[in-house]
Each structure stands twice: as structure tokens, then as C-alpha cells.
């Protein structure tokens, strides 16, 4: 029973055959999946899978790498996006200094409004962060309501960095990234969680984990993933499991509670 927190089945990698990676995923055990927008063209067909198939939910958000193309009449399409149940985050959002590719002011500026569209809505913000944790952090805290709170996905920062996030009621997530050779670092930060803040994601068709290096990555992928959470924090498989899923429930409080897998 497990719980993809960060796939993009809308991407064009999965144009010829997403129904079939959808089918595989729930036969392979992936019980639920939150298919993440990055733009207000990926956040409508994330709602868009989200209402065709009972077992995916959607966020809706806009990425730093287009965040030069935010406005008042975007923000009012995510706003009306995250009207529908389906919706259960605002994101990804966030900062990218790494590819910079809009201008760093601007992507502060437009994350902060998103933190705020996210404590009017009361969801809970996915952030994408890249070399920019100290601007991440200090934005939340200036930006954000107090039970505001959030995941930082596809986690690469430092294992102190770890203390402050939790300290400040957000999530961590994973990504295949964990079970590289050189993950020495992320190793380390996930060893700094406690386990009741730590999401497993597989940030599909990006990011597969060992041993499918260099493939599409696909929700069933996320078994390498967690095992290798599980390995780390020293804890059965199964066990960690229900502690990803108790996790992502508890975060996104939107999702249906019940375990029967229909909305
Ligand atoms: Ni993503």
C-alpha cells in the first residue's frame, strides 16, 4: 500500500500509454497518487486525471521556472482550480537558483503570493526548492499563516536544514535521488527526520530510482524508493509504508480519510 505524493503522468513522456502506467501502478500496489501542476496548463490536466480516475488527486501551482508568467488573472485560475475537491495543495511553487530560469526577485515575489493564496485556501503548499533553502525557509516565515504547512519535495538540502523545516510543521519528501551511490548527503537528512515527517514521491517520468537509472520513471518505481527510506530509518518495509501513508493523509487533509480507494 503505497502513496506516489509527487507524479506528472500529464507530461508527454506517458502520451502513448498512460492509462496502461495508471493500471500498472494500482496492480503494483500504489493505492494513491497526487499528480502535481507546475503551470496552470499541468495543474488543468492534473484535475483533469484527478476526476477520471478515483485513486488521483491534483494540486495546482505555478513552478520557478515559469514564474515570470504569474499574474493577478493566473492567480485567479489557480484560485478557481483549487475550488474543486480534487485539489488538495497548492504547488509546486517555490525556488530555483540552480537553472534560474526567471529572474530571482521575481520568483520570491511570486512564491510569496502563492504561500498567501495557500493560508486564504487553507491548503498545503508542495515547494520545490534548489540551491535556495535559507530564501525558502525566511519567505515561509514572513509569508505563511501560523498551521500553515507543506512538503519540501524532491528534498536536496542539508541535514540541519531538516531541523528548521520540521521545526516549522512542514514535510519532507524523496525522490529515486536516495538511492544513488553518491546520496551520502540526502542519506544524511533523511537519518535527520522523524519519521511522522517523511513522504515518499517518485516525481515521474523525472528522477528514477536505482536499479532503473536512465528509464522513464513510472509510479511502480516508488517501491525502490521507499525501501530505501525504510533501510535508513531503520524500519521494516511494510511498516514504512503505513507511515507514508498515514503521513501524506495527515498533510493533505483534503484527502478522503477512509481507506476504501473511492472517492
Ligand atoms: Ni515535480
Redesign the pocket.
Known amino acids: 500500500m503505497l502513496f506516489d505524493s ?1 507524479a ?1 503522468l500529464d507530461d508527454p513522456r506517458f502520451g502513448t500509454d498512460r492509462e496502461q502506467v495508471i493500471n500498472e501502478a494500482r496492480k503494483s500496489g500504489v493505492l494513491r497518487i497526487i499528480n ?1 501542476g ?1 503551470g496552470i496548463e499541468s495543474s488543468l490536466s492534473s484535475l483533469e486525471l484527478a476526476r477520471k480516475h478515483d485513486f488521483i488527486f491534483s494540486s495546482c501551482g505555478v513552478h520557478p521556472h515559469e514564474a515570470s508568467s504569474y499574474n493577478d488573472e493566473i492567480e485567479g485560475k489557480l484560485r478557481e482550480i483549487a475550488r474543486d475537491g480534487n485539489t488538495v495543495a497548492i504547488g ?1 511553487t517555490g525556488l530555483d537558483y540552480y537553472y534560474d530560469n526567471s529572474p530571482r526577485e521575481t520568483q520570491k515575489t511570486v512564491f510569496a503570493r502563492q504561500i498567501r493564496l495557500a493560508g486564504e485556501l487553507s491548503l498545503p503548499l508542495i515547494i ?1 526548492c534548489r540551491d535556495a533553502h535559507k530564501d525558502c525557509l525566511d519567505l515561509l516565515k514572513s509569508e505563511k499563516a501560523d498551521s500553515q504547512t507543506g512538503v519540501f ?1 524532491c528534498y536536496s538540502g542539508s541535514a540541519e536544514m531538516v531541523r528548521d523545516i520540521v521545526g516549522m510543521g512542514f514535510y519532507v519528501s524523496f525522490t529515486g535521488v536516495v538511492t544513488f551511490k553518491n546520496a551520502r548527503k540526502t542519506i544524511e537528512a533523511v537519518k535527520a527526520i522523524p519519521s511522522d515527517r517523511l513522504l515518499v514521491e517518485t ?1 515521474c517520468p523525472y528522477m528514477p530510482p536505482e536499479p532503473m537509472r536512465g528509464k522513464r520513471n513510472v509510479p511502480e518505481y516508488i517501491k525502490y524508493t521507499a525501501a530505501k527510506l525504510a533501510e535508513i530509518q531503520g524500519r521494516d518495509y511494510e511498516e514504512m509504508c503505513g507511515i507514508f501513508w498515514d503521513n501524506t493523509h495527515r498533510l493533505f487533509s483534503r484527502l478522503p480519510k477512509d481507506t476504501v480507494m473511492v472517492k
Do not use: I, L, S, T
Open positions: 509527487h506528472h502535481v507546475a509546486e520545490h519535495h516525481d
